[in-house]
């Protein structure tokens, strides 16, 4: 199998605090590991790609001091939305890989800054 | 430009019937391609993948890929309620002096197969 997980499911905050997401492969290493967002009726965006031990590439356009990404070991990446306000609630996912192509997503976590 | 098209739909069959989900890509570099099915409020499920000329069959689903025409389809036999989703066409694409490449999605076609 290929199943990947994310915790926490949900979470609300206050503005201008942390959150912290985890996301983990369960049952294989991922090489690469990728993080998204996507707005409600709108595709999937592309935020970064990470791979294990290096820093992570971020798209154009994404904050990288606001959305600090660290792929800690070949099971797990954490994705941190530093000073999170309003308009960064989202559905955030990600994705691993372990051949750097086909991508399995978790069930990504809905957040919602108050 | 790295571009994915699908028909928004929606995409209405009724049960029973082969839906058939149709995808554009514009970079000739594209190597892999995936189909994702996503319910509505949950992370896309991977359904099939294909990277060779041709059809792949798995289940009810067979996805076709014609490189020379640069498209990429989706069948679904005997669709069920449950199909109902919206499907995301997918193109890997590694960036040139990259070993890693990165998932381009459409917009995704919602389906609805009604009883």
């Known amino acids: 199998g290929a199943v990947v997980s994310q915790h926490p499911s949900w979470v609300i905050c206050k503005s201008g605090t942390s959150v912290k997401i985890e996301c983990r492969s369960l049952?294989?290493?991922?090489?690469?590991m990728f993080w998204y967002r996507q707005f409600p009726k709108q595709s999937l965006m592309l935020m970064a790609t990470?791979?294990?031990?290096?820093?992570?590439?971020?798209e154009q356009g994404v904050e990288k001091d606001k959305f600090l990404i660290n792929h800690a070991s070949l099971t797990l990446s954490t994705l941190t939305v530093t000073s999170a306000h309003p308009e960064d609630s989202s559905f955030y996912i990600c994705s691993a890989s372990r051949d750097g192509e086909t991508q399995y997503f978790g069930p990504g976590t809905r957040l919602l800054v108050l | 430009q790295k571009e994915v098209e699908q028909n928004s739909g929606p995409l209405s069959v009724p049960e029973g019937a082969i839906a058939s989900l149709n995808c554009t890509y514009s970079d000739r570099g594209s190597q892999s391609f995936f189909w994702y099915r996503q319910y509505s409020g949950k992370s896309p499920e991977l359904i099939m993948f294909i990277y060779s000329n041709g059809d792949k069959e798995d289940g009810r689903f067979t996805a076709q890929l014609n490189k020379a025409s640069q498209y990429v389809s989706l069948l679904i036999r005997d669709s069920q309620p449950s199909d109902s989703a919206t499907y995301l066409c997918a193109v890997n694409i590694r960036d040139r002096g990259s070993t890693l490449g990165r998932l381009y999605f459409g917009r995704g076609t919602q389906l609805t197969v009604w009883p």
């Open positions: 049952d294989f290493q991922a090489t690469t």
């Open positions: 990470s791979n294990e031990g290096s820093k992570a590439t971020y």
